[in-house]
């Protein structure tokens, strides 16, 4: 991986996160990103990011947007859609990066979230999650993207981690290969891939307790009574 990383000073880094967790699988990763361009810049930071957080020990897939219809446009069985759901649903952690448009999420980005529901029978496929948001700007840095997106990862009930990443006028920060050139804002994208990788393991084992709500709790009581109710009639 170290041919991958030729930014990186490894000569930072202690071994692997994962190193001392023998016999446990990789922290699973799923990046979204926000546009469909041919040269898509939040895709190249998204591709960045896999590139890190493989190095840090985790296993990452990324969900090409490309094909996704609008949501509600098509029945849930739709193929890309499945292949959506089914990456959340593999996913302990995942990485947004949106580029800002108009001063805000691109609709590519939001309709993605879009087609992932709260529950999908008794399973909520992203709830305890961990979350990791960046934004590509076409000119001067800004927030506003980030922002939004900490907005959905807090109603999507996931773990946004306190870092994140912005970089203004992306084109100048890549190069003709689609490599992240040197500069602080790739050291900021290190800083939050490595720190995703340390928040999921931290939580993924304690997701179940950390979640657990009384009010599910007796919304699932209430709902045992009553089928119990029903088979004594």
């Known amino acids: 991986m170290t041919e991958q990383l030729p930014n990186l000073d490894l000569s930072l880094f202690d071994e692997s996160p994962i190193a001392s967790r023998a016999g446990e699988h990789k922290p699973r990763i799923l990046l979204l990103y926000g546009s469909t361009r041919e040269r898509s810049f939040s895709r190249l930071m998204v591709e960045e990011a896999a590139r890190l957080l493989q190095h840090f020990g985790a296993e990452t897939r990324i969900f090409n947007p490309s094909g996704l219809p609008l949501p509600d446009d098509v029945p849930v069985d739709h193929p890309k859609v499945q292949e959506l759901r089914d990456l959340v649903l593999w996913s302990q952690g995942q990485v947004w990066c949106s580029p800002e448009r108009h001063g805000a999420m691109s609709a590519v980005f939001k309709a993605q ?121």
């Open 113 to 233: 979230i879009d087609w992932i529901p709260l529950a999908l029978g008794a399973v909520r496929p992203t709830q305890g999650k961990t979350l990791a948001v960046m934004q590509v700007c076409g000119g001067s840095q800004s927030f506003n993207a980030v922002n939004q997106l900490r907005v959905l990862g807090r109603w999507m009930r996931m773990f946004t981690i306190p870092n994140q990443s912005s970089v203004p006028k992306a084109y100048m920060e890549f190069d003709d290969a689609g490599r992240m050139k040197p500069s602080p804002f790739y050291d900021r994208v290190v800083d939050v891939m490595e720190e995703l990788v340390k928040f999921t393991l931290l939580l993924r084992d304690h997701q179940a307790y950390l979640v657990d709500r009384y009010s599910e709790r007796k919304e699932s009581a209430e709902q045992l009574m009553a089928r119990v109710n029903q088979r004594s009639i």
